[in-house]
C-alpha cells in the first residue's frame, strides 16, 4: 500500500495523534513505534515521507537513518525533544533532510511535511536526459550512461534543484532557503556538497561543466547539452 507519510515515534500518544491530524487533511498516514516494525513496513507498502524519532526505545532514529540511506532516497525529517544543536547536525549529516523540535505545532508540522511532499515526494514523471546524465526526478536517481550514481537525498535534492533552474545562477543563499530549508547553512557545507556531486557526475570535478561556479554569487547548471 501506498502512503504519504510513515510516522517512526516511541511516543505511541504523540504519533497517533499527529497521524491522525495528518489524515484529516489527506496526507495519508501510517504509524510505527520501532525500528524494528519501520523495517516490516517498507517491506509491505511504500511511504514518500518518513517522520522519524531519535529516541525509539533500544534502537536509536541515527542509526536506522543510515541503514535507509543505504537503499532510499526518501526524505528524512527528524523529529525530536533533543535540544542540542549537536544533535540536529548529525541528524541532517548522515542524510536527515530536516530537524524538527518537540513540542511542535500540528499545523506548522503539517505544513513542512506538504511542502516536502510537493517538491520531492510525489514526483512529477519527467527527467533531465542529455545523453550522457539523465537524472529522473520521480524515482530520485541519476546514472552517468547506465551507471547508478550513488547520492544522498540532500546531495540529491541540491542538484534536482539546480537542474529545474537551468542556465540560472542560483545564489548560495537560495540553495540555503530552498533546499536545506534554513538560512543560515554554512558555504562550507554547500561547498562539500558541491564537490561530492561533481564527483559523482562530471567528467573531471577539477573543471566542471555541469554545475559551474559563479564567483561571488552562487552555482549554474549548464543545461542545453540535449
Keep these: ?4 507519510c510513515l510516522i517512526i515515534d516511541d511516543e505511541k500518544l504523540l504519533a497517533d495523534s499527529t497521524a491522525e491530524y495528518f489524515n484529516l487533511f489527506d496526507v495519508k498516514t501510517a504509524v510505527v513505534y520501532d525500528a524494528d516494525a519501520c523495517r516490516e513496513f517498507l517491506r509491505e507498502n511504500t511511504a514518500q515521507l518518513l ?14 537513518c543510515k541503514e535507509l540511506r543505504e537503499r532510499t532516497q ?4 527528524f523529529i525530536s525533544a ?10 541532517l549529516a548522515i542524510g ?3 530537524y524538527v523540535r518537540k513540542p511542535y505545532s500540528l499545523g506548522v508540522l503539517l505544513a513542512k511535511v506538504k511542502a516536502v511532499l510537493r517538491r520531492y515526494g510525489t514526483g512529477d514523471g519527467r527527467e533531465y536526459t542529455d545523453g550522457r546524465l539523465r537524472v529522473d526526478f520521480d524515482e530520485r536517481q541519476a546514472y552517468v550512461g547506465e551507471r547508478p550514481v550513488k547520492l544522498t537525498a540532500l546531495e540529491f535534492r541540491l542538484l534536482s534543484y539546480l537542474i529545474r533552474n537551468e ?3 542560483v545564489s548560495k543563499q537560495e540553495l540555503f532557503e530552498e533546499v536545506w530549508g534554513d538560512r543560515f547553512t554554512g558555504d562550507g557545507t554547500l561547498n562539500v556538497h558541491i564537490r561530492k556531486i561533481r564527483e559523482a557526475i562530471e567528467q573531471d570535478p577539477g573543471e ?4 559551474v561556479t ?9 543545461g542545453g547539452k540535449r
Design 51 to 64: 517522520l522519524l524519532d531519535i529516541n525509539l526505545g533500544e534502537s536509536s532514529g541515527f542509526a536506522l
Design 82 to 91: 533533543r535540544l542540542s544543536d549537536d544533535d540536529e547536525m548529525m541528524a
Design 167 to 169: 542556465n540560472r545562477t
Design 74 to 77: 526518501i526524505p528524512i525529517l
Design 214 to 222: 559563479v564567483w561571488g554569487d552562487g552555482y549554474r547548471f549548464n
Design 208 to 211: 566542471p561543466e555541469y554545475i
Design 1 to 4: 500500500m501506498k502512503y504519504d
Design 96 to 98: 536527515g533532510d530536516d
